[in-house]
């Protein structure tokens, strides 16, 4: 199956910073990239929905301002945590979807972060 | 609204024996269904799919769903289990008209040696 790599897989830093998140399809376009977010012992939430070229669209409840998405080219999207509070700590996990086998989304293997 | 449900929170099953994982579903008009397996600390991995065609549905690892309409079921089964197999596991349907996915709250899959 097609490749999904996320990095970095674990940040720790302090309140106040901000953190950047990339997700990269290895070997396939991505027009659409999405964020999840997951907190221990429960399932993903969608955060939002990352778009090739245009404004990254967020599902309710998620501060656009709060976490920034780029998705400048067909293979990589960013997810940026800014001024990041303990509160911000999660599992987050992108994935992409495979214009080849469009129904299909590849995940990359998620990156945990912990502010201090 | 659609939505996905995983009634157990923890399945345990003895190695070698055969597994089965549920789900059921609440969607408008025909449904895209998922599985999906996520191993600690990782990403999603995906197992299978369900879009059209054939109810059973053969995917990666020797798993397979069985798609069922009148029960709104799309349960995981495997003839015989590994310990390997032990993991945390997902269905998800697609959300009509959109790519996003919405996800049950996860099944822990047990196998004991």
């Given at each position: 199956g097609a490749v999904v790599s996320q990095h970095p897989s674990?940040?720790?830093?302090?309140?106040g910073t901000s953190v950047k998140i990339e997700c990269r399809s290895l070997d396939f376009q991505a027009t659409?990239?999405?964020?999840?977010?997951?907190?221990?012992?429960?399932?993903?939430?969608?955060?939002a929905t990352s778009n090739e070229g245009s404004k990254a669209t967020y599902e309710q409840g998620v501060e656009k301002d709060k976490f920034l998405i780029n998705h400048a080219s067909l293979t990589l999207s960013t997810l940026t945590v800014t001024s990041a509070h303990p509160e911000d700590s999660s599992f987050y996990i992108c994935s992409a979807r495979d214009l080849e086998a469009k129904n299909i989304q590849y995940f990359g293997a998620g990156t945990r972060l912990s502010v201090l | 609204a659609q939505s996905v449900a995983q009634p157990e929170d923890q399945v345990n099953v003895a190695e070698g024996n055969p597994l089965t994982v549920k789900c059921?579903?609440?969607?408008?008009?025909?449904?895209?269904?998922f599985w999906y397996v996520q191993y600690p600390n990782r990403g999603l991995q995906f197992l299978l799919?369900?879009?059209?065609?054939?109810?059973?549905?053969?995917?990666?690892?020797?798993?397979?769903?069985?798609?069922?309409?009148?029960?709104?079921?799309?349960?995981?089964k495997k003839p015989s289990a590994l310990v390997s197999d032990s993991a945390l596991y997902f269905c998800a349907v697609r959300k009509l008209g959109t790519d996003k996915l919405i996800f049950g709250t996860g099944t822990r899959l047990q196998v004991f040696p």
């Open positions: 674990r940040v720790i830093c302090k309140s659409t990239m999405f964020w999840y977010r997951q907190f221990p012992k429960q399932s993903l939430m969608l955060m | 059921t579903y609440s969607v408008s008009g025909n449904p895209y269904l799919k369900y879009i059209t065609g054939d109810n059973l549905v053969k995917g990666s690892y020797g798993f397979e769903a069985e798609f069922n309409k009148s029960q709104t079921s799309f349960h995981l």
